[in-house]
């Protein structure tokens, strides 16, 4: 998911170079969400982790 974000940042960087102000705002606003819902994704599957340790996990 961070992958999206980074290319969503890319296109808003090269937009805003080319002078397509519309463009580069909207990438960098999607960029951001993107962003930070995969930061949400990571706490709360720590937090999963961490309170349901690591006998639920199928590999061990």
């Known amino acids: 998911m961070l992958w999206w974000a980074l290319a969503f940042f890319v296109v ?3 937009a805003a170079v080319l002078g397509f102000g519309t463009l580069a705002t909207a990438a ?3 960029a951001q969400i ?3 819902v995969a930061l949400a994704m990571l706490v709360i599957s720590l937090f999963v982790y ?3 340790g690591a006998q639920g996990n199928a590999l061990t």
């Open 50 to 52: 961490l309170f349901r």
């Open 12 to 14: 808003a960087i090269i």
């Open 34 to 36: 993107v962003f930070y």
């Open 28 to 30: 960098a606003t999607i």
